[in-house]
């Protein structure tokens, strides 16, 4: 089997490809591309351009989760696309972060962007409720169940913009692979925790992970979460843990010392063949 991966968006970047907070990965398996989240906002098109990218060419596209950061470049990508978009119902939900020093934000998708989803032909989205199949051999999750207290969504997030309801982002999903060196689980932001999602989806498959990569949401992580964090992943250890996006430098660092040669450095432009 065929697997090429290539990362569209990152926060890290090296010349002549643009760094830009948010993430999106093309995924090339069996002749089929689909496309993994959409970036945030030029960096997208700039890198697709370096790559010879179209990404409205894509088959399938798969969205994590409904932050502006991931959805940033929706409606390119389906315009005058034919494309079956998989997202959980909850990802066109208005949502916000807050900082002390700065009222309320909004981190949602774009008017634009969710208004694409739904101007979208109805019969190519589906909405994701369980585990579901994108192609034979390409799940996503769907919801990720929250079994460690210690692993929460990782930064302050409401449903209002009064903070009086906290936002879980239960529409945080992954996606994983099934190759003949193991499964290569693909992870957005991972809201739900690194732990809780790779122990989901051994759960569900009974399969090793070969291969972990994408946001991994540690950037605000105290040293127990991060400690029982690297515990599980030497326990269970992949071949390759490949941090992106809101990893965070710190964490990332932590990877590094831990699990020393499985922690590959990503990063727009960034491509691995499974």
Not at 73 to 81: D, I, V
Not at 139 to 148: A, D, L, Q
Not at 218 to 235: A, P, Q, V
Request: glycine share 10%.
């Amino acid at each position: 089997m065929s697997l090429r991966i290539t990362v569209l968006t990152d926060n890290i970047a090296e010349s002549p490809f643009v760094r830009e907070y948010g993430l999106s990965l093309l995924i090339s398996v069996k002749g089929i591309s689909i496309l993994f989240d959409t970036g945030q906002g030029e960096a997208f098109g700039i890198n697709c351009g370096i790559l010879g990218i179209d990404p409205s060419q894509a088959e399938k596209v798969v969205l994590s989760h409904g932050h502006y950061d991931h959805g940033g470049n929706l409606a390119t990508a389906l315009k005058e696309s034919n494309a079956t978009l998989f997202l959980h119902p909850e990802t066109l939900t208005k949502r916000y972060s807050f900082h002390p020093d700065h009222p309320a934000k909004s981190i949602g998708l774009t008017n634009k962007n969710a208004q694409a989803v739904l101007d979208h032909n109805h019969s190519k989205v589906k909405w994701i409720y369980g585990v579901t199949k994108v192609i034979d051999g390409v799940f996503v999750t769907g919801s990720i169940p929250r079994i460690n207290s210690y692993e929460d969504t990782g930064g302050p997030f409401y449903l209002t913009p009064d903070r009086t309801t906290p936002d879980a982002i239960i529409d945080d999903m992954a996606l994983w692979i099934e190759t003949p060196k193991g499964l290569v689980v693909i992870c957005g932001c991972c809201h739900s925790g690194l732990v809780n999602t790779l122990s989901y989806i051994r759960k569900i498959t009974d399969s090793p992970v070969h291969t972990v990569m994408g946001g991994f949401h540690l950037l605000h992580s105290n040293e127990m979460r991060l400690e029982k964090t690297i515990t599980y992943l030497n326990g269970n250890p992949p071949q390759q843990i490949i941090p992106l996006h809101c990893t965070g430098e710190d964490a990332v660092s932590f990877l590094k010392k831990r699990c020393s040669s499985r922690v590959i450095a990503g990063g727009a432009g960034f491509c691995i063949e499974v």
